[in-house]
């Protein structure tokens, strides 16, 4: 799943990825540095992260994503890999049903007044990261910049993967919790946590905080994302949604 989770009994398998396998050796040591980076001081284990993340773009078995990391998080994508992107070639496209469209780089995005919320992550797979802080801009502000016309109904979502979507209805979208984030757990959002820019779902299951984000278009209706396709609820509240009774996070 674009944002961290793996597979649940149940639920859909993951679409099988191109790439070439991880073998028994390397799979076995990832694992040793899993365990190792639970106890490690930090340092050690901010690069166990950027190790697990790197071998999950490349591992179409998904078995990186059940291995634990010093931040909690566990890495999943949709595809085989990702381009990187920085402030020299980052771009966010607002379009669709407004009165004007607009294309912000990262400068931009920074520039703009920023929201700060610290909320659990809730997967919906189980696992849950309590008490994560994340900056970046409300949604409802761009949304509000471009000039929503009144027929619009929804927002969709696409990220530069190249096959990760998402989509809220035009009311969920403008939730003050619902943020356009530049920044999690007090730095710069990285590339393995969907970085330079992602969706941040706050109330919702972590499959709608769209890693890589890249497009955002104003629709008149809900079109389900990647994971709904294959059977996840559209309407994600944590604790209400997609069978789960886990408690709310916001």
Request: charged share 25%; glycine share 12%.
């Amino acid at each position: 799943m674009n944002s961290e989770p793996t597979e649940e009994p149940g639920r859909p398998r993951p679409p099988e990825e191109r790439g070439t396998p991880v073998g028994r050796r390397v799979f076995l040591g990832t694992v040793g540095l899993g365990a190792l980076g639970v106890v490690a001081a930090p340092t050690l284990q901010r690069g166990l992260e950027g190790f697990l993340g790197a071998a999950a773009e490349k591992d179409p078995t998904g078995l990186t994503g059940l291995l634990p990391n010093g931040g909690g998080f566990r890495y999943y994508s949709v595809t085989s890999s990702v381009p990187h992107k920085n402030a020299s070639d980052y771009r966010l496209t607002v379009g669709g049903l407004v009165d004007h469209p607009k294309t912000y780089t990262l400068d931009d995005l920074r520039a703009l007044p920023q929201t700060r919320l610290v909320k659990d992550v809730q997967c919906v797979t189980g696992w849950r990261v309590p008490d994560t802080p994340f900056e970046g801009v409300r949604l409802s502000r761009l949304l509000d910049a471009a000039g929503v016309r009144a027929k619009a109904g929804a927002v969709h979502f696409t990220c530069f993967d190249g096959a990760y979507t998402e989509s809220l209805t035009l009311d969920q979208a403008r939730r003050s919790d619902v943020l356009v984030a530049l920044r999690m757990q007090n730095k710069d959002i990285g590339h393995n946590h969907g970085g330079p820019v992602r969706l941040y779902v706050a109330p919702m299951y972590f499959y709608k905080s769209a890693k890589w984000l890249s497009g955002i278009t104003v629709t008149e209706h809900v079109e389900p994302g990647y994971w709904e396709h294959l059977g996840y609820d559209v309407d994600a509240w944590v604790g209400k949604s997609n069978g789960r009774d886990d408690d709310p996070t916001s």
